[in-house]
């Protein structure tokens, strides 16, 4: 059995339009609270960091909290819809607002939208999907979120958004939420939820991945043994890291290349994302062949290196230097993402896959509630922006250290007699 590629797309509509968001908040929201309110580094890190307060609370409540649910339209989709809807209604009127206070507050709503559905959405592809194949599975997840983000980043070179600019940020904003919305529509008109699950719950035990009584949703809640327990920790921690250093750089960069590198936030991006789309396919494949723990070093090694390399540029620097730079950027970030996540869900008893979705989620929203403010202060000490690129190397570079003693959570290899010869593509 092959890897459904269409329903696997359908299914990542969950994950375009959050990444289309995302894409989005971290262009605008530093640029509205620097040039708009007057905000020092740290005091717009402090406000970037307030949705990753909330999702450290809220992405295993919710992700826990869909586990239980049932639905004629299944466990996450009705999350999806009114979370969806909820955040398109209050980032409309983001960039409309003049009082700072009342800024924040509708900031808040909207965050606190995003964070009801991001678990459940992000749970659905393992939801659906056999456990050999997830990693092929979350590298079309996070193809579909790379085209939510190339979208807009397209959007935003169109509709130019900047300081100088003040007064197109509200047409950038419908446009946002136009494909936030078109995503929602062809989600909910295409994925059967239910019908998918149940699919993907036979051919479980049908090809023996797990057997009756271990597809028991009774095992959910179950603790995990204590080497299974120190890997997954290890494999949290590591989370923790890299996001830690590569927030760093989503979150500051547009000031970073606007004030050190006089140059294009949108190209250079651009070319991240880029990278990250063909190398997504690839590194899934990749993983079934070599394991995930040893193409997420790879790709830990690679995310690392571009970002020390990257201390050294500036204005002066070539275009072609930087955009291979942050290809090599990007396609360190795609090999860390396809294969961390399914390692997480691979420990996961059935019945538990939200929960551990929101754990997952928690040790990368953690790290992002730290790095905004600690990187922000480092660079208001420095006086200048000079230490973003050390301070994420160094965060990626731990990572490595975290990962390198991590013992399960891999795929399982494929032999010629095993049963699971015909998932392989």
């Not at 949705?51 to 239980?68: E, R, T």
């Not at 995003?114 to 939801?127: G, H, K, W, Y």
């Not at 456990?131 to 997840?141: E, H």
């Not at 869900?345 to 600690?374: C, F, H, N, R």
Request: hydrophobic share 50%; aromatic share 12%.
């Amino acid at each position: 059995m092959k890897l459904n590629y269409k329903r696997t797309i359908l299914v990542g509509f969950a994950f375009f339009l959050i990444s289309a968001f995302w894409q989005a908040y971290d262009k605008t929201i530093p640029l509205l609270m620097t040039y708009k309110f007057g905000m020092t580094q740290t005091q717009s890190g402090i406000i970037m960091a307030l949705d990753n307060v909330l999702a450290v609370f809220m992405l295993p409540l919710f992700g826990g909290l869909s586990d239980k649910v049932k639905t004629r339209y299944g466990k996450r989709t009705v999350f999806i819809f009114f979370g969806t809807i909820c955040a398109i209604i209050s980032f409309i009127f983001i960039p409309l607002i003049g009082n700072m206070w009342l800024f924040i507050g509708v900031l808040l709503i909207t965050l606190l939208s995003m964070a009801t559905f991001r678990s459940p959405a992000v749970a659905l592809m393992p939801d659906v999907t056999v456990k050999p194949l997830r990693s092929k599975g979350n590298a079309i997840i996070n193809l579909m979120g790379t085209a939510g983000g190339l979208l807009v980043l397209v959007l935003g070179m169109i509709i130019t958004v900047g300081e100088e600019h003040m007064d197109n940020f509200f047409p950038y904003y419908i446009g946002v939420c136009g494909i936030m919305l078109v995503g929602l529509i062809i989600f909910l008109l295409t994925v059967k939820e239910n019908k998918w699950v149940k699919e993907m719950e036979e051919d479980t035990v049908k090809y023996g991945i797990e057997d009756v009584e271990e597809k028991s949703n009774d095992n959910a809640g179950k603790k995990l043994p204590k080497d299974k327990l120190i890997s997954l920790l290890l494999i949290l921690g590591s989370v923790a890291l890299w996001y830690m250093g590569y927030n760093a750089i989503t979150s500051k960069y547009s000031l970073y290349a606007d004030k050190v590198l006089k140059q294009s936030y949108d190209l250079t991006l651009l070319i991240a994302q880029a990278g990250a789309i063909v190398a997504y396919i690839p590194v899934g494949m990749v993983a079934s062949k070599f394991g995930r723990r040893k193409t997420i070093l790879a790709g830990v090694a690679m995310l690392a290196t571009a970002f020390f390399i990257a201390i050294f540029m500036t204005e002066n620097s070539s275009p072609i230097f930087m955009y291979i730079l942050f290809a090599i950027a990007g396609i360190g970030w795609a090999t860390i993402n396809v294969n961390s996540f399914p390692m997480v869900v691979e420990l996961a008893k059935s019945g538990d896959t939200g929960k551990y979705t929101g754990w997952y989620y928690t040790a990368s929203m953690s790290a992002q509630v730290l790095t905004p403010i600690l990187s922000g202060a480092i660079m208001d000490l420095a006086g200048n922006m000079s230490p973003l690129f050390p301070y994420a190397s160094i965060c990626v570079a731990l990572a490595f250290v975290t990962m390198f003693f991590v013992k399960h959570g891999d795929s399982k290899p494929e032999t010629k007699k095993s049963v699971l010869e015909n998932f392989d593509d």
